[in-house]
């Protein structure tokens, strides 16, 4: 989430509210939480809104749009935060937006409530509003205004009990127990009699039912108000359909005999209750013969309203959820502090303003200060970092971090627990922006933060772009970054892919970021300094300001003398040795490039890093010495760019797959590329390349992308001068035949294609032989067809044209059903559920399907691309998981 400086938590009620949840560990996650969610619903209204103003659209796009946008942000945060305080975030945001923010719609707040089924939230939060005045009167009153006629309007547009009749039945409930009855009583007569008959009977018949219930228990003087709102929505309701019906009168007879069984009395809720049922007998008498309500009642269950909901409806007193009170600050119209919130509380939120921005002043009265001030200095040291952090702001976090440093160094343990707390994914639970600045100031200031982060660091890639990014942003960061960078790429890097945590594959992707991150900022930093060399070269000037601006690039690579590179590309070459389905080995094969790259050229061009490069030259040679022991595509990556000139004196199998995966590391077009090819043409002359192996090699060891590009770039350019096996014989690049009738023809001959066909014969024999590998091989081989079809990729474009991919997709998926049934389903065993591998290639199927339609593929043509699926039972069973 992008934390702006919207609506903030009071950081006063924050850490009152902390202290009971702070020993479960999951309170001031809960807060952080809440805080996020209340920040992006605020964000989505705010940025739906400034291409149009869709509050003043009915019936536009704009509405439905932002109710979707907005329930995916609900759905997303709902198992962190909880259903109150979801629910509360989305009523602040209706009744009391951010300043000078855009409010949530009446119409899209109850789209929410009945979608993710709030209806007691809202009964709850608009009882407890009033009771603990956390908003004023006429807040209340307009937003209930606002929601009865939302409400009302969605109850006419129902046109059965299932379309969510509960929860909105349930919402005007609760706004008839307080200040918004006369608005929802209003919004229902002017609907008339367009609201379907079951809602009007059911409404009519709880409130009658409930209305029984708190007269029968001798309740009525305590709930006046409540009795007053169900008599204003009884005769609101009251038409000859409604109150003809025979649970109708049965639920009026029931309130007559409680009123009858009460001392008589003058009190405004028994005469309106007296008039209510005066007006139900009066169009009782008036409903026609045959029309008594029978069919609407029918349609609503006997007891719609479970025992949980009527809890809801009559909260106790005070029995209110905390976030309500944590989240909703009070009203500045507001006089003095509720007596139901605890005093100590009550004197010191009274004080708070109104919530507007981030820029909150708590702290213009010095006393109210000095007395937080005091109270956070008693806490222990852990405990008084748990309420800096959740109170922290933006604006004075150089402050906060400092505080921090100093109870680290009494307890760094404990401290660090704290800080460096994890969510339930793993990823920090405080957020990224305020902890990055934390932990900058801990690596520079605090003495013992290396083996607390070493152990407790999450894995959180954001977190650790973000304190990268701030410690190399400091002026003075050299001596820092001497220290750190070291420290994370021997011990973060390899120490977590090296030990029992490279079991996870969160942390070996969160490691594999790190490597890749620094490994790029060092090769910018290298190329910065070597450009600063050369100006200085030309103009013979060593004090140009534009030389001095290269001065942290190169404390940076000075710190590498101390890096363990050797051992860190090893573990690279290890990761992206895991094989093309492993979490982690796509980013681990581009920074093991990366760090090969970078290494090489330090060693070779760095002649102003004599530390650095002569350190990068003992950490090559000890990587080269140890390069056997790799796994295969680690030692023939590490190969590939540290020993090419071995690779082409060497004619073993593995140097001709050198080769070419060197030929797959270079840019298309570059000189590498083109020195890497022209180097196989001796290995080709001797007949020495097998395409088939090379292709069955990289699809079970190398990372996609390599893949990818050997199938589209590298293979093409050579493989009409390759021999291949064939069934036949040998037989030469440019003379095979890519067919499998009746699905593909043997019209196309463009290397491109051909290498394809020989890419999906190769990945439907390894399904054969490999029953396991099915699902990853089929994984690799859509996206070599993807990316096939992308016109950056694919030399010509317009060989591979939509038509012809969907041909050779039939043709490799008919066959992949032949000797794969059980995955595909088309065996004896039922396929539930399908594999994610094979319902993207279902995915794929339909979208060149598509493309094919919009190709100008008509008559004849497009008949056949109908057929291609219809003639194979297989083919349909795939295409039909796309639907």
């Known amino acids: 989430s992008l934390l702006l400086p919207l609506q903030r938590l009071s950081p006063i009620t924050a850490w009152v509210h902390m202290a009971p949840v702070a020993e479960t560990g999951g309170g001031a996650s809960l807060a952080w939480a809440s805080r996020r969610f209340e920040r992006e619903v605020a964000l989505v209204i705010s940025t739906m809104s400034i291409e149009r103003p ?479 060399a050369r100006l200085e070269k030309v103009l013979l000037d060593k004090k140009s300001p534009d030389l001095a601006s290269a001065a942290p690039s190169r404390g940076r690579l000075q710190s590498l003398n101390r890096a363990p590179l050797a051992a860190l590309i090893s573990s690279l070459a290890e990761a992206a040795s895991a094989g093309p389905s492993a979490i982690g080995c796509e980013a681990a094969d581009a920074a093991l490039e990366i760090w090969l790259r970078l290494a090489s050229d330090l060693a070779r061009d760095a002649q102003d890093l004599s530390g650095a490069a002569a350190a990068a030259v003992f950490q090559l040679a000890r990587l080269w010495s140890g390069a056997a022991t790799l796994r295969s595509y680690g030692r023939l990556h590490v190969g590939a760019l540290l020993g090419q000139a071995r690779l082409i004196r060497d004619a073993s199998v593995e140097s001709v797959d050198g080769l070419l995966l060197f030929a797959c590391l270079a840019d298309r077009g570059s000189r590498e590329r083109n020195a890497a090819l022209a180097d196989l043409l001796q290995p080709i002359r001797q007949q020495q390349v097998d395409v088939l192996r090379v292709l069955a090699t990289a699809l079970r060891e190398w990372p996609v992308k390599r893949t990818t590009v050997l199938v589209l770039e590298v293979l093409p350019e050579v493989l009409d001068k390759l021999c291949i096996r064939t069934p036949g014989g040998p037989a030469l690049g440019r003379l095979l035949e890519c067919s499998a009738e009746p699905l593909v023809n043997s019209t196309a001959d463009t290397p491109v294609s051909r290498s394809l066909h020989c890419f999906f014969c190769c990945t439907v024999a390894v399904a054969s032989a490999e029953p396991t590998g099915v699902g990853p091989a089929l994984r690799v081989a859509v996206t070599v067809i993807r990316s096939a079809g992308g016109e950056q990729i694919t030399p010509g474009g317009s060989a591979s044209s939509p038509r012809r991919l969907y041909e050779v997709l039939c043709g490799f998926l008919e066959a992949l059903c032949r000797v794969a049934p059980d995955f595909c389903g088309t065996g004896r065993k039922p396929l539930t559920p399908p594999p994610p591998s094979l319902v993207a290639a279902a995915l794929l199927l339909r979208s060149l399907a598509r493309s094919c339609a919009s190709a100008e593929i008509e008559g004849a043509g497009a008949g056949k691309m109908h057929d291609l699926v219809a003639s194979s039972p297989g083919l349909r069973r795939i295409d039909g998981l796309a639907r």
């Open 54 to 532: 869709w509050w003043q659209l009915e019936g536009s796009a704009g509405m439905p749009l932002l109710e979707e946008v907005l329930g995916d942000t609900v759905r997303t945060h709902l198992p962190k935060v909880g259903p109150v305080v979801a629910h509360a975030v989305l009523l602040r945001s209706l009744m009391r937006p951010a300043s000078g923010g855009t409010a949530l719609s009446a119409k899209a707040y109850m789209h929410l409530l009945q979608q993710f089924h709030f209806e007691q939230e809202c009964a709850t939060a608009f009882v407890g509003l009033q009771q603990l005045e956390l908003e004023a009167e006429p807040e209340v009153q307009a937003c209930a205004g606002a929601i009865a006629a939302a409400v009302v309007q969605r109850l006419r547009c129902m046109t059965s009990i299932e379309d969510g009749f509960k929860s909105l039945a349930f919402a005007v409930l609760s706004l008839c127990r307080g200040w918004g009855a006369t608005d929802v009583s209003s919004a229902l007569r002017l609907a008339d009699r367009d609201l379907p008959p079951f809602a009007s009977v059911g409404l009519a018949v709880e409130a009658l039912a409930e209305t029984a219930r708190v007269v029968e228990a001798g309740d009525a003087p305590r709930r006046a108000d409540v009795l007053l709102g169900y008599a204003k929505l009884v005769a609101a309701l009251a038409t000859p359909a409604v109150a003809g019906g025979a649970a109708a009168r049965e639920a009026c007879g029931r309130v007559r005999r409680a009123l009858g069984a009460q001392a008589e009395g003058a009190e405004p809720w028994r005469e309106a209750l007296v008039q209510a049922l005066d007006i139900m007998d009066a169009e009782a008498g008036a409903a026609p013969i045959g029309d008594d309500g029978a069919d609407a009642e029918a349609a609503v269950p006997e007891r719609w309203l479970s025992d949980s909901d009527r809890n809801a409806l009559w909260p106790l007193p005070g029995n209110f959820p905390d976030e309500l009170a944590l989240l909703w600050s009070p009203a500045e119209a507001l006089a003095k502090p509720s007596a139901n919130l605890p005093a100590a509380v009550g004197a010191l939120v009274a004080k708070a303003s109104a919530p507007s921005t981030i820029k909150i002043d708590l702290y213009a009265n010095p006393g109210a200060q000095a007395a937080q001030d005091a109270l956070i200095a008693s806490f222990s040291a852990p405990r008084r970092v748990e309420a800096l952090l959740t109170s922290a702001k933006l604006e004075s976090i150089g402050i906060t971090s400092t505080q921090i440093a100093k109870d680290w160094e009494k307890e760094p343990g404990a401290v660090a627990a704290v800080v460096l707390r994890r969510a339930g994914d793993g990823s920090a639970a405080w957020p990224v922006p305020i902890l990055a600045p934390v932990l900058a100031v801990l690596v520079h200031d605090a003495t013992d933060w290396r083996s607390a982060f070493a152990e407790h660091l999450p894995s959180d890639q954001g977190l650790f772009a973000a304190l990268w990014a701030q410690l190399c942003g400091e002026p003075s960061s050299s001596e820092t970054l001497a220290v750190f960078l070291p420290w994370a790429l021997g011990v973060l890097c390899v120490g977590r892919l090296a030990g029992v945590r490279s079991r996870e594959a969160r942390d070996v992707a969160f490691v594999a970021d790190v490597a890749l991150r620094v490994g790029s900022t060092l090769v910018a930093d290298l190329a910065l300094v070597q450009a600063a």
